[in-house]
Structure formats: C-alpha cells, structure tokens
C-alpha cells in the first residue's frame, strides 16, 4: 500500500517537473527551418503523392495557426475534420504530457486502463454494443469489410457483394478503396477486390435493383465529404435499412468525416427522426484530436463476425489516444451546442455571401462540415484565401468545404466571410 501510494506520488511529481520543462520549452523560440530548404529536402527524399500547399507551418493555438515566419491563419481545414479542439487545447496538452510520461503505448496482448472506459463512451454516444479500435478511418472500413465479408459467408458463398454509392469517399487501402465510388481513386490500382457494386446517393430505385440476395453489405456515407458534402435524404437512409433488413446484409455508415461530433450530434444518423440504426459504424479523424485512432462499433449480434484470432492491430487503441479520446469526449459534450449554433451562423453567413456573388451555387451540410459549391474549380480561391490568412479546402473540384475545429466562434466565422468575400470579388469563372 505505501509503495503504490509512494510511487504515486513520485509521478504526480514527475509529471509536475514534466509540465514546467514543456511550458519552459513552449515558450522558447527555436530558429524554424527556410522553406524553400524544407521544401528541396522533401523533394529529394519523398515519395512525391501529396501536391502540398506552399506553406510552412509551425504551430497552433485555439483556430489558428502560425508559418514560419509569424504569420497567423484561421483554420478551417483543421487537418481535414481532425483537430476538433483546435490546436494546443491546454486539456489535451496536459493529458497528453501526463500519459506520455506513463505509458504510450501497451500490446493488445495485455489490458490497460482506457480502452474499456472509451468504449463504453463510444457504445453508449453511439447506441451501438461493442468497439474495436484502429488508427485511422481506413483501416476502420477495413474491419467493417471483414464483418460483412464474414456475416456473408456465413450465411453463402455468393453472398459477398457490397454495395457503396457513387462520389463515396471510404480510403485508401484496398478494401476500403473497392467500395470507394470516385474511378479516379481507384483507376491505377485495378483490379479491386470483386463484389463492389455502385449506386447513385439518393436514388431510391437505383438502391433497391443495386441490393439483392448476395449483398453481404451497405455502406453509406451520411453526409459524403470528398464527395462534395452532400448529405442523404432520411428516406434513401430509411431504404437502405428496410433493404438491408429484407436481404440480410449490414448496413454499415461511414462516419470518419460527418461524425463524432461534427454534425452538432454525436453521429450523423442521430439528426434523422426517425434515428434510423447501423448494425456497424465507423470513425476516426477527430477521435483522439491528432493523435491516430479510429473505431468499428457493431450491434451485439454483428460482433459475432469476429471471432478470437480473426482481426487485430500492434497500435490501434493504445494508452495515449485512448486517453485523449476519452478527455476530448468529457470537452465534446459541453460544445455540441456550439456545433449547431456556430455551423448554422456559418451556412447563414455564406447564404448572404451567395447573394452577392452568383457563381456560388450552393450552400451545403451539416453542424461544422459545410461545403459552399462554386461554378468553377475551387483552387485559386483557396490559394487567395491563404494569401489572405485563412485555411479552407477544396473538395471535388468544385466545393469549397470548412471542416473547422469545434471551437470556433461567430467572430472567427465573420472574419473567415470577410477574406472570402474579397477573394471571391477577384475570383472568375472560366470562360
Ligand atoms: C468518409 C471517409 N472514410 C474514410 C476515410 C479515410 O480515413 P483515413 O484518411 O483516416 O484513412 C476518409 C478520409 O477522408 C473519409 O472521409
């Protein structure tokens, strides 16, 4: 009893010693790499997939973030849906530190303390049974995959197909890719894996000739992201459900991007009255607020897809995110007011901004996923948008799209229509 008491102490102690290095060190400004340096290195030694923006950046506080020469963006792109508190949230900091100092990471040959608590979190915000965790939203549709894959044999060797809408976004592995409804994504890696079949968001009749007796599965973004930010209708939802149910196959709802938050709930299916349920979900991005971690929650009777043996992962659900998801989900539900009021205060503002400047075509989405879709390519204006201090996206081509930390304010919101209303003046459609 004394010796764990002492140690206790001893950490608490560490911890303290720990905190006041990294407040020391936070507040020393270390020399930052030139750009142009940074950007030859990376030229020479990286795979050359990602067309970056050209832009240094350095470090955050709350919604913005600072170059490398001190100059301040707000952050509307959060790391695309995944800094959910912004940056250098001081809760985050200190559990982070704290853990850090414990324990990062443990096998999941072994327990530790926090992936039970975050699933009952999960399960009980979710309405679901049981959670594995991952690190990030592929690899979530992947175990997803393999729960409809394997209810499907179970039942038929035919019965294997998945059927996955068009414009879907669901990653970049293959499994996760095969389901995935953009060609471009999927063109130089063909073939995929058999048994993906593609049907048109929100068309009733497409979605009951697309799914029969050897559809293992569903799989629906509710708000698709990459896609443009395009949220189903209730009923196309009401009918994958009624079709899963009629052909024994899981419906499976992709909530990495609209979830977990972002839409103002807890998941996207929970705007809908009626809720209509999953038999499996998945999330990542904003989980652990930075640090990789993602999750497949299933109904109890999905949960016997998976038998011992038949999944895993050395990282998924490791002590620090595990951690950091559970203090982030204590902070998410004081802001999912916020979520609601500062993401309709948003799509207000940009509907006045379309009055201005007809070749805004719509205003779409969801709490803080919005998507304002243009008549032309999106790039420039996200480039004149930076010039200008402020990080926003470009999805499909055409949609600008705000995935904004969970924080912002009105006043960060009047700013962002501010800079966007003086790049769109200067911004033309092309002839
Ligand atoms: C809906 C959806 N599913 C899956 C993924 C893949 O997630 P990750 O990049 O974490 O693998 C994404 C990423 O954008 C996504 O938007």
Redesign the pocket.
Known sequence: MIVVSQKRTARRALCAVLERYHEKMDSVATPAPAPNAVITLEKQYLLQNYSRYPLLLERGKGCYLYDTSGKRYLDLVAG??VNALGHAHPRLMKVVRGQAARMIHCSNLYYHEYQGPLAERIAKASGLDRVFFC???????EGALKMVRSHGRKIGAAKFETVALLD??????FG?LSITGQENYRRDFEPMLPGARFTRRNDIAALEQAVGPNTAGIVL?LV???GGIHPLDPAFVRKARELADRHDALLVF?????GVGRPGTYFSYQLNDPVVMPDVT?A??PLACGI?L?FVACTEKTAATIGPGMHGTTFGGGPLACRVALEFFDILDTLLPNITQTGSYFRMRLTELAKKHSFIKEIRGVGLMIGMELEFSGKQTVLDAMAEGLLINCTHDKVLRALPPYILTEQDVDRAIRVLDKVLKKAKPAS
């Not at 690190?135 to 549709?141: D, I, K, L, Q, R």
């Not at 879907?168 to 592995?173: C, I, K, M, N, P």
């Not at 992709?254 to 609209?258: A, G, I, K, S, V």
């Open positions: 695309i849906g690190n990030s939203g592929t690899e979530a549709v879907s976004f669901h990653g970049r592995t996760a973004e698709q992201g990459e992709d909530e990495t991007q609209c998945v990542a991005k990789p993602g």
